[in-house]
């Protein structure tokens, strides 16, 4: 950005919905998506839940007058769903995956299968760290089971944000959250990165209220979802700061409204968020702004590490029951093996030996003990890094209790 | 470090091998470990290896007057094994995990459930980024299956190190690469990221020959690793660059040599590495030091993405047979219900159905269908992470190729 006073950047987030098979009208939709952006020329566009490559790959070739450089993050069974779409060259990316997301026994819920992680990319002519992401879904708010994975998430990102954005001179967040404005995740995310709501910032905002992301008004939208919220939630946001010798503003913020511009049918299930920032070169350095300092910030930190640590116990809870199932599998096994031989030595050999109902038991006690053993592995990973993220939190802490 | 011409820094790096029941004579090692490190009085102590928190937590409540500061990091099932004890203060860690580590069903081969990582931590006084790590072990040179494995955890740990590094004076990194100095992983780290080899440029140099840390004369060593090297091999290392305005010289380096000073036993299998290294401040920052563009980094990115395609391949190859396997289990599967419901339907009345052998077969086929079933998954996952892996080298490839 060098001899360049002020940088406007036009950026557009969506989460597009499109599972193979699964998602209502997908490519008609995608081709809508391309089109649109083939037409707004924007400059950058990040995406999220493009779960076929093949779609990626019709975005790339409409795209390419448009957006030249393009990235999709390959990850977990499915794959990420991330990619972007760039008019400045992409200089580098980086996949970080999240090390807890979900349950692979939860099918109905695909978080665990999709290897849910942030894309990062850098470049756009000067450093700007531009990052792609989406965290754990919430799907029961009231009895929310992956409240600490998405706070794991949340501290895992904001962590790769402190860690990796010090070169950057901007660094933009777009992304699905999966969290309320208000919620602990967010507020642990922001408060740790000191990155900026541009909904909040903006100067002009038009869109659905509040905006939402997830609206009563959009025909894809499970209608379940918004039973505590007619109004809809906002799960969607882009997120900003200046690192080094810049500032940066939001001019403008929009949101779809239940429908794409100029036709009658959505993006997807939710609506795309559209910023577009004012980014300037300021006379002299902002100085440390990682981490503020904020009191507030202890108290955030503190609450989280509360959940995670309420989700240490659960998951803690868990590891020994299906070590418990394990043993008494393992046990049952033994037992028939002692029966079985003591069959063998001729022993009670006035009896039939119900070798029918004899096999069914091996088979199924086995059965239990591959389960078993399988859920005690991962619910012990699952406790040492929920332990980890909760030492973790505990050393920021006493940093931030100790500081003037 | 303002205002402070140089800085001497003592490192202590070690695979301590200290896995509970399985290494010899393990906590008398531990102890003697502690002794050691407590009379010798590093400033940077990295350990790999200390597989059980109970070792770490003797360690620390040991060392808790000359390291007050140190960190453990948990991952994985068994846990990292990583940890980390300092003179000076520890601001903040942060850990990676590898996204290809090894397969789960190689019981013999722990490293998948071990959960290797690179652990990471920033302190010391001055921005000061220390990294100990560990990857993947190389179990059979000739017929190495893992080194596709291994190249994409040096190429994420050359990424991390890029991405992560900027803020910092000075890198250091400790850690059992698993890697012989010449192979392609370890030009691809040093070439890529810019890291300096400790052992290469020390003006003095004490211990092993050729710096090596598995060597005949070890008595815990196992001699079967050493058949093609008798004189002993190198796989750890300290490595270093210094980033903004610093220069970091290596002023002697040494290596235990067989045994621990003082007494008859070694510290571990592995012999421990230790640096003094002079950190000293420039007048001018030294500018970009990150990349060396070196024509000879095109050869070895494309070298290394060459072993990373034929990984590719052979776990596109494992997909495709685990998936073959799968459908075959579901057709007898299907074919037995089909058997059953005719049988129940009457028909073949006449002849007596083999009950027995008809639930040995399908518990038999269930079993293959959900290991097979597992078996694609986690194939399927290695095939994402392999070919994103080749898609980010390509990346760099091209930009390498672009730049004058």
Redesign the interface.
């Known amino acids: 950005m060098e001899g360049e006073p002020t940088l406007r950047l036009r950026i557009f987030n969506l989460n597009c919905w499109a599972i193979r098979y699964l998602s209502k009208r997908r490519q008609q939709r995608v081709r809508l998506i391309g089109d649109t952006l083939r037409q707004e020329g924007f400059d950058l566009v990040l995406l999220q839940e493009v779960w076929s490559e093949q779609d990626y790959d019709e975005l790339k070739v409409k795209l390419a007058g448009s957006y030249p450089f393009s990235?999709y993050?390959?990850?977990?069974?499915i794959?990420s769903g991330l990619c972007v779409f760039s008019r400045f060259p992409?200089?580098?990316?980086?996949?970080?995956?999240y090390?807890l997301n979900g349950y692979p026994y939860m099918l109905q819920h695909g978080d665990w299968?999709c290897?849910k992680s942030v894309g990062?990319r850098a470049g756009v002519r000067a450093p700007l760290l531009s990052l792609s992401l989406q965290l754990h879904a919430e799907y029961c708010r009231d009895k929310d089971a992956y409240l600490p994975h998405r706070l794991v998430q949340a501290w895992e990102l904001a962590?790769?944000i402190?860690?990796?954005s010090?070169?950057a001179d901007v660094v933009l967040l777009g992304g699905d959250l999966n969290m309320h404005p208000e919620d602990v995740g967010i507020r642990l995310l922001r408060g740790w990165t000191g990155l900026q709501d541009a909904f909040a910032d903006a100067m002009h905002f038009e869109g659905c209220k509040n905006g939402c992301t997830l609206v009563p008004d959009n025909c894809f939208t499970d209608k379940s979802e918004l039973l505590s919220f007619p109004l809809g939630i906002r799960i969607d946001y882009i997120l900003y700061k200046a690192i080094s010798s810049f500032t940066v503003k939001c001019e403008e913020l929009k949101t779809t409204t239940g429908r794409a511009p100029g036709t009658d049918i959505p993006f997807s299930d939710h609506e795309a968020v559209m910023a577009t920032l004012h980014i300037q070169r300021q006379g002299q350095p902002a100085g440390a702004t990682l981490g503020t300092a904020d009191p507030a910030l202890a108290d955030v930190v503190t609450e989280a590490r509360a959940e995670v640590g309420a989700g240490l116990r659960a998951a803690r809870r868990q590891r020994y029951s299906s070590g418990r199932m394990a043993v008494l599998a393992l046990l049952l096994l033994l037992l028939q093996a002692a029966a079985a031989l003591a069959t063998l030595a001729g022993l009670g050999a006035e009896q039939p030996f119900p070798?029918?109902s004899f096999?069914?038991l091996a088979?199924l006690a086995l059965g239990v003990l591959v389960l078993a053993t399988g859920l005690h592995?991962f619910h012990?990973?699952e406790v040492?890094?929920l332990?980890?993220t909760e030492?973790?939190m505990w050393?920021?802490l006493r940093?931030l209790q100790e500081r003037p």
Chains 1, 2 share one sequence.
């Open positions: 990235h993050f390959r990850s977990g069974v794959g992409i200089l580098d990316t980086f996949l970080y995956q090390s299968f290897g990062s962590q790769f402190r860690h990796t010090k070169a070798k029918l096999c069914l088979f592995l012990t990973m040492k890094m332990h980890g030492d973790q050393m920021v940093a």
